[in-house]
């Protein structure tokens, strides 16, 4: 099983329940809601961002997984 990595991201969307509201029963999406759709976007980018990160990360592990014991050598622990 893979290990979970979490990271936090610096740009979120605050949705108030005017814009809930608006979604849920009438309809509306986030270009309804300019602000929300401009921040959704940048949220979304470093989203993408993070998870391209983390699976290079990944990636890298699975070619060549870490070796403790070496780090903590040339840590000199």
Do not use: C
């Not at 979490?6 to 309809?27: P, Y």
């Not at 391209?52 to 780090?71: C, S, T, V, Y």
């Amino acid at each position: 099983m893979a290990e979970l990595q979490m990271t936090s991201l610096k740009q979120t969307v605050h949705i108030g329940s005017t814009e809930f509201i608006g979604m849920l029963m009438q309809g509306k999406s986030f270009a309804d809601f300019p602000y929300l759709d401009e921040t959704a976007t940048t949220m979304l980018d470093h989203l993408t961002w993070w998870a391209n990160a983390l699976k290079a990360g990944r990636d890298r592990e699975a070619a060549e997984p870490f070796d403790h014991q070496k780090a903590l050598a040339s840590a000199g622990a």
